[in-house]
T-cell receptor, first 115, second 116 residues
């Protein structure tokens, strides 16, 4: 399909493990966003890429969270030494343009459960 | 700071009823964009509408309509003759106008259940 894909869809980790979440945006989309959605809450911004450049990481909750998009397409969100409070759905979104009014297309998310 | 409030946590209606989902926002920007997204049980957020702060005209798309009132900082969403397939969580979101980033500020969502 031509939509945003994320993998894995579900991830269970033991506390202290490192995890890596992958996002494949729509081909040609310049902007890529990561959001965190806790149970019963709205998505909250984590970080933003314009092509390969990470222009905003102000939403990352701690230095255990790291994101990259080395070639300006696929992006990986890595969480080191996972904690129970990291349990959430992690959503990736991409948009064609650079402006705030461009529609963001969301992937299905990765549900992370930390035991 | 920007903020979006969706006071209705859950709404339950019977099929064919009309339902309105409320959204109130706060921003210091004079120009901004408002969005509605639908999140079905599958989890993927689906874009429904975008409205810029310059345009206060109401919009209708099939059974969906949106009422934007700048004076009350509200952007309410009405579903007419609801159907079971409308059952989902609906999010209202806000972003600044024309900025070169555009991360969305979401409300907490309203879970709509439409019963047959």
């Amino acid at each position: 399909g031509a939509g945003v894909s994320q993998s894995p869809r579900y991830k269970v980790a033991k506390r202290g493990q490192d995890v890596a979440l992958r996002c494949d945006p729509i081909s040609g989309h310049v902007s890529l966003f990561w959001y965190q959605q806790a149970l019963g809450q709205g998505p909250e911004f984590l970080t933003y890429f314009q092509n390969e450049a990470q222009l905003d990481k102000s939403g990352l909750p701690s230095d255990r969270f790291f994101a990259e998009r080395p070639e300006g397409s696929v992006s990986t969100l890595k969480i080191q030494r996972t904690q129970q409070e990291d349990s959430a759905v992690y959503l990736c979104a991409s948009s064609l343009g650079l402006r705030s009014y461009n529609e963001q297309f969301f992937g299905p998310g990765t549900r992370l459960t930390v035991l | 700071a920007q903020k979006v409030t969706q006071a209705q946590t859950e709404i339950s209606v019977v099929e064919k009823e009309d339902v309105t989902l409320d959204c109130v926002y706060e921003t210091r920007d004079t120009t901004y964009y408002l969005f509605w997204y639908k999140q079905p049980p599958s989890g993927e957020l689906v874009f429904l509408i975008r409205r810029n702060s310059f345009d206060e005209q109401n919009e209708i798309s099939g059974r969906y309509s949106w009422n934007f009132q700048k004076s009350t900082s509200s952007f309410n969403f009405t579903i007419t003759a609801s159907q079971v397939v409308d059952s989902a969580v609906y999010f209202c979101a806000l972003t600044d106008y024309g900025g070169s980033q555009g991360n969305l500020i979401f409300g907490k969502g309203t879970k709509l259940s439409v019963k047959p």
